[in-house]
């Protein structure tokens, strides 16, 4: 292709103008690609700062810099007094240390030259610019940690998201494996039917089901947040099918003819070769479990015991919106876990998006 | 075994082949139906039997908080007419929509380009930093950009003033602002949508690009005539995934308007109205009613762009 561009393009314009041209659209195209990527990450970068800031800094001035700063002070004779920076009549200006505040004057201390004493400075002393170092509070972090009781939320969710992990790998692996292998009666039909699942409106199916869940005593237990996953979902029977029916069928038919029966196949021949998608079906229920807000938020609502992580940090953020230091240091640790994941799975999940999303 | 005692049966009435065929293949259906089990269960149970029940409830009073039900006929969808909320978080989804909805094909649609760019340095990098957001939970990502999108201190806002915007919206405050905000938010999840398209993009034949070229095409003709007919499918796709997406439109406003759908109404959304009238008024006749009109426009939505379809998406014969 390149090659073809080049021979159009010279016979009209010298060889370094094309080099020229060819460098400028790289250079724009990365320069657009930059401007994109730090928009994406501008609100990663106002929350980590903010998750850093100590409360009084906030309290004073929420629109002032944006670093986590600290006032300065310096140390005089056992008391610390905050430094200022203080502009004399030459023309220089000085950090000093406020040591005795006045209307009219106030009196300073020179950090660097403690031994001069008591320095006189007229004027007032509020028009002063305070002198400020970065300071990070990472200790919001562990104040948060203890009021949302991040270990309690951390393992609720952990529990949640690993039990309905088994249950939908279970389920869905069965069912994918009927839909790629078995010859059923109008199977295409059905798997029209559970791919036509993927756009019904949950709402449509929420009332009666939270009904009978609160029927049968499941509200206010991780019950209804599981037991559904045990029965299949039609995300992950097409992605393990699609797998499937990409496996050769002679070696099933191999181990059939030895005499296996179809669990063993499934069991010995066909899991052991999907390995790729099974890890896909789980992460991907893992984290949508992690990320699930509006289950929990229904069925686990006035049963902070047993709420997830999700739900967690909802309501404390809801009643904590006074100290968005805090708010913000509980939003990045609830989205670690999740991350993490992503950043040493990205190649699975990402080709798992592909599967689903492109081969439908 | 069986195919042993199937031979001595078979050998006298017919031909040895059929009857042993036979008893395999309705062998390997029983099979088929029990590893199939768990799916036909969990649809009857969680799916269709709910929708029945859900559409009997229209008709009904029900409610949690009794213990009796009773049959109100028409009463639930005459009310649906009766009901200015129900009117104005139709109102505020639909105006919601007509933005989100092409912007959210638009820009995983320009990011998937510039993905598949041939001058772009660095892919998987900005493959990454895009799909990334996408990752973050809801509930962690509305309160990042609740904190991105203040007024006075959130840093949108610092970096328009920067650019000499003096006076910018205070985006979730402002009845006029607040849509395009959720928006912004929406942005940072087209990831999926993106990798798709991007992974469509990749598998366009390049002979088509080569064909192009040899006739003089430039970048932008190869894009509009080759690229986007090849991956229309994945266009429709999403399409249909983000209309029905957008009418369950819920997490965002309840959230970031600590669920009062304020200012005004004007983040009051159609499914907050449901949830509200379902699960704090405990109404679930009504609420199966509204849940219902939205399934049935969900409905018509997808079979008038299926209808629409066969147009503007193309299907390369073969699979």
Do not use: C
Not at chain 1, 208 to 230: D, E, M, N, R
Not at chain 2, 267 to 295: C, E, P, R, V
Request: glycine share 8%; no cysteine; charged share 10%.
């Amino acid at each position: 292709m390149a090659a073809v561009t080049y021979s159009k393009s010279v016979n009209t314009s010298p060889y370094y103008a094309v080099r020229l041209r060819r460098f400028a659209v790289t250079a724009l195209v990365g320069l657009f690609a930059l401007v994109l990527g730090i928009g994406y990450l501008l609100p990663f970068g106002n929350m980590a700062l903010i998750a850093v800031k100590s409360q009084d800094q906030i309290a004073a001035s929420g629109d002032g810099p944006i670093w986590p700063l600290e006032p300065e002070v310096y140390n005089y004779e056992g008391k610390d007094y905050p430094i200022y920076t203080v502009p004399f009549e030459d023309g220089t200006s000085r950090e000093l240390a406020l040591v005795k505040k006045g209307r009219q004057t106030s009196q300073f201390v020179d950090p660097a030259n403690p031994d001069a004493g008591l320095v006189d400075w007229a004027g007032n002393w509020r028009g002063l610019a305070q002198v400020s170092t970065i300071a990070p509070h990472f200790d919001n972090f562990g104040i948060a940690w203890d009021i949302i009781n991040f270990p309690r939320l951390f393992g609720n969710t952990v529990a949640i998201a690993l039990i309905g992990m088994v249950g939908t790998l279970l389920s869905s692996i069965a069912v994918a494996y009927a839909f790629a292998r078995f010859p059923i009666p109008g199977k295409n039909i059905l798997f029209l039917v559970l791919i036509g699942t993927i756009i019904l409106p949950r709402q449509v199916t929420l009332i009666p089901t939270y009904a009978f869940f609160a029927k049968i005593g499941w509200t206010q237990s991780w019950l209804p947040l599981i037991v559904p996953h045990f029965f299949a979902n039609a995300y992950n029977v097409f992605l393990l099918r699609q797998f499937f029916m990409t496996l050769p069928r002679e070696l099933d038919e191999a181990a059939m003819i030895d005499g296996a029966s179809p669990f063993t196949v499934l069991y010995r021949v066909i899991i052991p070769q999907s390995w790729p998608a099974i890890i896909s079906v789980g992460l991907f229920h893992f984290i949508f479990a992690w990320n699930d807000y509006f289950g929990p938020l229904l069925y686990l609502l006035g049963k902070p015991d047993l709420q997830p992580i999700s739900v967690g940090v909802q309501i404390f953020n809801f009643q904590y919106g006074q100290r968005p230091e805090l708010v913000q240091a509980t939003s990045l640790m609830a989205m670690i876990l999740p991350l993490v994941i992503f950043f040493f799975a990205q190649k699975v999940f990402m080709r798992g998006v592909v599967v689903t999303g492109v081969e439908k | 075994m069986v195919m042993a005692s199937v031979d001595t049966a078979g050998v006298l009435t017919s031909p040895r082949e059929a009857p042993k065929r036979r008893t395999l293949q309705q062998q390997q259906r029983i099979w088929g139906w029990i590893f199939l089990s768990p799916w036909i269960l969990g649809f009857v149970l969680f799916t269709a039997a709910p929708m029945i029940a859900s559409l009997i409830f229209t008709f009904t009073d029900f409610s949690l908080s009794r213990p009796e039900m009773s049959f109100v006929g028409l009463k639930n969808w005459q009310n649906l007419f009766n009901d200015p909320l129900a009117i104005i978080a139709l109102g505020v989804t639909i105006k919601y929509a007509l933005i989100a909805v092409p912007i959210g094909i638009l820009v995983p649609l320009g990011l998937a380009a510039l993905l598949n760019s041939k001058h772009l340095f660095g892919k998987r990098i900005w493959r990454t930093i895009f799909y990334l957001p996408y990752m973050v939970p809801a509930v962690s990502s509305i309160f990042i950009w609740r904190s991105f999108l203040n007024g006075e201190t959130g840093w949108l806002n610092r970096l328009l003033i920067q650019i000499g915007i003096t006076d910018p919206p205070n985006w979730l405050q402002s009845e006029a602002w607040i849509l395009q905000a959720f928006v912004l938010i929406g942005l940072w999840g087209v990831g999926n949508a993106m990798l798709t398209m991007l992974a469509t993009m990749q598998g366009v034949p390049t002979e088509l690009y080569e064909a192009a070229d040899v006739d003089g095409a430039n970048g932008f003709t190869k894009f509009l005539r080759i690229t986007l007919p090849m991956i229309s499918p994945v266009i429709f796709y999403n399409l249909v995934l983000s209309v029905i997406g957008v009418m369950q439109y819920f997490e965002v406003p309840y959230i970031a308007t600590l669920g009062t759908g304020h200012p005004g109404t004007s983040a009051y959304f159609y499914n907050m109205h449901l949830y509200k009238t379902a699960f704090t008024y405990f109404d679930m006749g009504y609420g199966s009613t509204l849940a219902w009109l939205m399934f049935i426009i969900a409905l018509a939505l997808t079979a008038a762009l299926f209808a629409t379809s066969r147009r503007w998406v193309y299907y390369s014969s073969g699979d």
